[in-house]
């Protein structure tokens, strides 16, 4: 198994930079790697990946997801077979750190080779920094979801605290 580990800080709050990072059909605006991404629901995804002449399509299941602090996938397919996990640490009001750790195996010399020669971890580092220009070029996220999975499976979403009941009365 091949671990790659990847860090960024990136200029926009924590909520922003997870939020944009659920909008998974954007990957492919500012990742070069990700030529196309399909929600099959909200749990599972179908990506196409191409680098030079090497492509590959796979399903990928979010397996853990909490708004603003981490999301676990692993791919459905068992060759090649890998997990993840992206997480979000708020270090200024204005500021979050990003962490992104992805373990894959090795299946027949293509795979070997790839990361041997460190392609893996050349494109992760890549791919963050193109993250990076592209959330704090906009600023703002395009879209979010916001909801919890646990185990692969989707979790209500958390209740919005009750407003408050006080009549607020004219002021003049």
Do not use: C
């Amino acid at each position: 198994m091949t671990t790659v580990e990847e860090v960024v800080e990136v200029a926009v709050p924590v909520r922003t930079a997870y939020n944009q990072w659920t909008q998974f059909k954007s990957f492919p605006r500012f990742m070069s790697a990700v030529k196309r991404v399909e929600q099959i629901n909200p749990a599972v995804t179908r990506w196409v990946i191409g680098i030079g002449p090497l492509h590959r399509e796979f399903k990928a299941e979010i397996v853990e997801q909490r708004p603003d602090s981490h999301l676990v996938w692993q791919s459905l397919e068992r060759s090649p077979y890998h997990r993840g996990t992206v997480s979000f640490r708020s270090v200024a009001p204005d500021r979050t750190v990003m962490t992104v750790r992805i373990e894959t195996t090795r299946r027949g010399l293509r795979d070997a080779v790839t990361n041997g020669l460190g392609v893996t971890r050349r494109v992760v580092r890549a791919e963050l920094r193109n993250f990076k220009e592209y959330i704090e070029g906009l600023g703002e996220e395009s879209g979010a979801w916001r909801a919890s999975i646990h185990n692969g499976h989707v979790l209500p979403l958390e209740p919005e605290p009750p407003r408050s009941r006080v009549p607020r009365w004219p002021v003049g």
